[in-house]
């Protein structure tokens, strides 16, 4: 991928996006097939992805089909259960047939390696919207224009910035104020490894022990079937890492039941694994200002138990280029109006499901014993979880959001 910058960057049409991850390269996406001109700045020399294996849903998956993503081979959609660790079934997530049939896409979670997801994105952009080794620093506002400045030297000016760089991210810090970061008390280990035998086809399993969470699902990598499979575990922040990391997750392990001990055996902790910490911020209710609009985990980090970080972000992409489709991106009033929608679809929707999911985390790794006890006991023997877990309706507010990408006869 070359740093050529475009050759057409017209006023009203400029649209200057710092960070190329899953929301910047969305974003990209999405403002260009609308005839707007893009740049994305990326700090690194090429952008990469981070982390291993990544759960997208049905929508997504109609959100990257309409950029040009063939979905042939692309993902394996999964049947959810969510189990205790000794084995038992304590609720099934149910699929809505009617939502299968609007995207013409089967399931809701399918799996996949981060990089060939992110890879069949990036491999849709020209080769010169992205230019690589640009360090965002700060962006001065006037009433026309914005001008971005990186500590290499670049200047650029846009109509409109897009803050997509990420949980630290400057673009929302300088825009939208403090970043007020805070740990979650949770630390995540996210492998995946090759196809293992003895596990029905199709089916991923949610596992909580009284204080861990361990879990798996299919996935597809180069078209080939694996698993990607992760723990939770509560940490105090800046605890120190495990001295031996494959002895530490056996030792949490062996009070699961199979086939989690197994998918340890067949994973390679060098290249196949990785840790880090959850950092949360408290909900924003805004997530622009003036000509400025941030996404992703620059203004709605998540937590694990919403296994959707990557999914959000893009559809905020998707979301707020369509909401700004046809405007004047010079014209302010418009701009406005353009926000103001992206954030109406949005911000609600999203803060519900990073809330949700924060106290998902507190409630399955950070109550005390006897809450624990209680909380085990009535999960294992009523039906509680599955009543719970299936009356959300955020599939059904996704799939009439996106009612412009349902399968057509």
């Known amino acids: 991928m070359d740093n050529k910058k475009n050759s057409s960057w017209r006023q ?6 710092v960070g190329a991850g899953p929301a910047g390269i969305s974003a990209g996406l999405a403002f260009l097939q609308r005839g707007f001109d893009v740049r994305i700045f990326e700090r690194a020399s090429e952008p990469k992805p981070l982390g291993g294996a990544v759960l997208l849903s049905t929508p997504v998956l109609a959100i990257l089909r309409h950029y040009g993503v063939d979905l042939n081979n692309f993902g394996s959609y999964t049947r959810v ?5 000794k084995g038992k079934v304590r609720a099934r997530l149910q699929f809505n047939p009617d939502i299968e049939k609007a995207f013409g896409i089967k399931g809701w979670h399918y799996g996949m390696l981060r990089e060939n997801a992110f890879g069949k994105m990036m491999a849709l952009l020209p080769d010169n919207v992205i230019l690589g080794s640009h360090t965002f620093e700060t962006f001065s506002e006037s009433d026309d224009d914005i001008t971005l400045r990186f500590s290499e030297g670049h200047e650029v000016t846009a109509d409109i910035l897009v803050g997509a760089d ?10 939208l104020g403090p970043l007020n970061l805070f740990h979650v008390g949770l630390k995540v280990w996210l492998n995946w490894c090759n196809e293992i035998d003895g596990i ?22 180069d078209g080939k079937p694996g698993y990607e499979w992760w723990i939770v575990e509560p940490v105090k922040e800046n605890q120190a ?10 030792n ?21 694994s990785f840790g880090w910490d959850i950092y949360n911020r408290e909900s924003l209710k805004k997530w622009s200002k003036g000509r400025v609009v941030c996404l992703g985990d620059a203004v709605h980090p998540v937590s694990p138990y919403a296994a959707y970080g990557m999914g959000m972000a893009i559809e905020d992409g998707y979301f707020v280029a ?15 109006g353009g926000f103001s929608k992206f954030e109406s679809e949005r911000v609600d929707y999203v803060n519900h499901h990073v809330e949700f999911a924060r106290k998902l985390g507190k409630g ?3 109550l005390p014993y006897p809450l624990a006890k209680l909380r085990d006991l009535v999960f294992d023997h009523t039906g509680l979880l599955n009543t719970f877990l299936n009356k959300d309706e955020f599939p059904e507010i996704i799939t009439e959001q996106l009612s412009d990408l349902h399968k057509t006869a």
């Open 12 to 17: 009203g049409k400029r649209v200057a996006i």
């Open 81 to 85: 259960e969510f189990r205790n660790n």
């Open 166 to 175: 990420g949980i630290r991210s400057k673009v929302s810090e300088q825009a």
């Open 200 to 221: 029905p086809e199709h089916l991923g399993a949610i596992t909580h022990s009284r204080k861990y969470q361990a879990s798996f699902f299919p996935m597809l990598h």
């Open 241 to 250: 890492p495990p001295a031996d990391t494959r002895a530490h997750m056996e």
């Open 252 to 272: 949490i392990l062996k009070d699961f039941a199979d086939p989690l001990p197994r998918f340890l055996e067949v994973t390679d902790m060098a290249t196949q």
């Open 322 to 336: 369509r909401a700004l489709a046809d405007k004047n991106l010079a014209d302010r009033n418009a701009l406005s």
């Open 364 to 366: 399955f790794h950070q």
